[in-house]
């Protein structure tokens, strides 16, 4: 069984800096990409950040530059710095991959989410 777990959100003021951690445990075969969406109430779940194995990262343009997405392929964690954080940052933040577990039906890729960390960013 797959499981996304994360760690690091928090209420911070605006202009500050959080890090978020994910780590996929489980029997895993192998990573296509790691990455981390936010959610606001009543809006669809966005993409923040992604990092593909053997690709460059994408990153939304209201992040880039001040979100850094990075990942270790060994551990299956990827990690999102967030420096200059604004309010409009405030979210619940996924952590998700893209992954082929072990499987007795053979290599079948499939997403996975974590349970989602709050982020508040003051003004």
């Known amino acids: 069984q797959v499981q996304l777990v994360e760690s690091g959100g928090g209420l911070v003021q605006a202009g500050e800096s959080l890090r978020l951690s994910c780590t996929a445990s489980?029997?895993?075969?192998?990573?296509?990409?790691m990455g981390w969406y936010r959610q606001l109430p009543g809006k669809q779940r966005e993409l923040v950040a992604l990092a593909i194995t053997g690709g460059s990262p994408n990153y939304a343009d209201s992040v880039k530059g001040r979100f850094t997405i990075s990942r270790d392929n060994a551990k299956n964690t990827v990690e999102l710095q967030m420096n200059g954080l604004k309010p409009e940052d405030t979210a619940v933040y996924y952590c998700?991959?893209?992954?082929?577990?072990?499987?007795?039906?053979?290599?079948?890729?499939?997403?996975?989410w974590g349970q989602g960390t709050q982020v508040t960013v003051s003004s």
């Open positions: 998700n991959a893209h992954l082929t577990p072990v499987s007795p039906f053979g290599r079948v890729s499939s997403i996975y």
């Open positions: 489980g029997n895993i075969v192998s990573v296509n990409a």
